[in-house]
């Protein structure tokens, strides 16, 4: 079966600076890859999303992953921290023989320091 | 509908009670998810409808737990009998197929009292 792992649970930038935040998926099939953002008191709102296209994913609010197969891993990065990037930041993976279901990551909570 | 609308946003109930949420899905979404989000336990898969299709129920995490789609539409989750631990925001999903993501509603926050 699939999982997900969001290495720091917590991490904390300085506006303007590389945000990273890391995912690690494990899967026995090609895996479709996501990543969501939850502001406060809102609904998951998806950022991108890999599948089996381009290895490099570009989203929106200038937010990237790249899909290494090699690591399994599926990093989020962003150059530069906004304020407004601040929020929980959850990775999902999707496998065709596990049906149309989401495995979560335990999300990451970005804050950033002005 | 333009999103996913979930009705109530909040609930609170005392416990022993039966609740009902309701999820109204993306017009034209053939899939439609459950999940339950509980403080430091990250998103819990509880139940998948897709079509005509027998739902996946394997995330229901007890009998109390039920779930029904009319029509491939509209959708109601139950918990029967609520407990302190059913306390969390129950979150609603659609998507059109197997490959992209979903679209969430904003979810039903229940507490249990």
């Known amino acids: 079966a699939q999982s997900v792992t969001q290495l720091g649970s917590h991490v904390s930038v300085s506006e303007g600076a590389l945000v990273l935040l890391r995912c690690n998926y494990s899967?026995?099939?090609?895996?479709?890859l996501f990543w969501y953002v939850q502001y406060p008191n809102q609904g998951l709102q998806l950022l991108l999303k890999?599948?089996?296209?381009?290895?490099l994913v570009k989203g929106i609010n200038g937010f990237e992953a790249e899909f290494k197969k090699s690591e399994t891993s599926f990093h989020l990065t962003k150059p530069s921290a906004h304020m407004s990037d601040a929020a929980e930041y959850f990775c999902?993976?999707?496998?065709?023989?596990?049906?149309?279901?989401?495995?979560f990551g335990q999300g990451t909570e970005l804050s950033v320091k002005p | 509908g333009a999103g996913v609308s979930q009705s109530p946003s909040n609930k609170v109930t005392e416990k022993g009670k039966d609740v009902e949420l309701r999820c109204d899905p993306i017009?034209?979404?053939?899939?439609l998810y459950w999940y339950r989000q509980s403080l430091g336990q990250g998103l819990e898969f509880l139940i998948y409808?897709?079509?005509?299709?027998?739902?996946?129920k394997s995330g229901l995490p007890s009998d109390r737990f039920s779930a029904e789609r009319t029509g491939g539409s509209v959708s109601t989750l139950t918990i029967q009998r609520t407990q302190q631990e059913d306390s969390a925001v129950y979150l609603c999903?659609?998507?059109?197929?197997?490959?992209?993501?979903?679209?969430f509603g904003s979810g039903t926050r229940l507490t249990v009292v």
């Open positions: 017009s034209g979404h053939t899939a």
């Open positions: 999902a993976v999707r496998t065709p023989d596990q049906g149309g279901k989401l495995i």
């Open positions: 409808f897709q079509g005509n299709s027998a739902p996946d």
């Open positions: 899967s026995s099939v090609p895996p479709y």
């Open positions: 890999y599948t089996s296209a381009a290895t």
């Open positions: 999903a659609s998507s059109t197929d197997r490959t992209g993501g979903y679209t």
